[in-house]
């Protein structure tokens, strides 16, 4: 995606999600931005750039979508013209692999996110996601959870939920990573939606193939069989929507 510099603000004064910037900021803005044209059906940005770079669409239509447990690319937002929302991070355990795609032909500028924020807020970005990070807390990964275990059996409910824990309470240990939280069974139960004993059963199940450890009262997640379980369970089901693939 080429594009060149242009100076103004006429491109971006109407941007509703923009209208808040005062005009000396808008006009920084534009004298920052590149600005380039997507073709129809063009990937404006993936995961892989989008997390060092702001993006608005300055005309068009674009969408978002990601990769489903089927392997399915999905649409997930429409976008109007404006400020394109960033990609959520990374939840464990998941690959959404997020893209914008141009539904129409598009306009699009482009800037470091270093540059919007320190024009936006006046601070370094680093500074900025932290406290983001702090503010918003683990929500993102929730509604992630969420949104990804309506396609999900219980046992990959358990396992999302156990990678989640270790992540937070974690840390590393020879066997695996080590929870330093009591994993109740009822707490388990509340979070992937079932019942204590059907929890108290998957998990024996999950010990039985070395998925967990149990050490006295706390639990050891060998997070690399886990992920690989879950990468066999979302391969098993894509092959059995579509049938094995002919050679």
Known sequence: MGGVRVSGIGRLRGLQNLSWLAPRQLKRLADAMIISRVAKHGTIFDKQRSP????????????ITCRNRKGDRTLVMMV???????VPLAAVGIRYNFRCEAITDCQIGTVT???????????????????AA????????????CSNFMGCTLEERIALVLLELGETFGIRDRRGVRLMVLTRHQDVAELV?????RITESLIGFERKQLIVRDGRQLIVRRDLLESYLEQRHSSAHRREFGAPRT
């Open 193 to 197: 939606g079932a019942s204590r004993s």
């Open 113 to 131: 996110l270093a540059t919007l924020i320190e024009i936006a807020l006046g601070i370094a970005s680093v500074n900025f996601k932290h406290m």
């Open 52 to 63: 060092e770079y702001a993006y608005v669409l300055l005309s068009g239509v674009a969408r």
């Open 80 to 86: 109007a013209p404006g400020m394109i929302p960033g």
């Open 134 to 145: 702090s503010y918003s807390g683990r929500w993102d990964l929730v509604r992630l959870r």
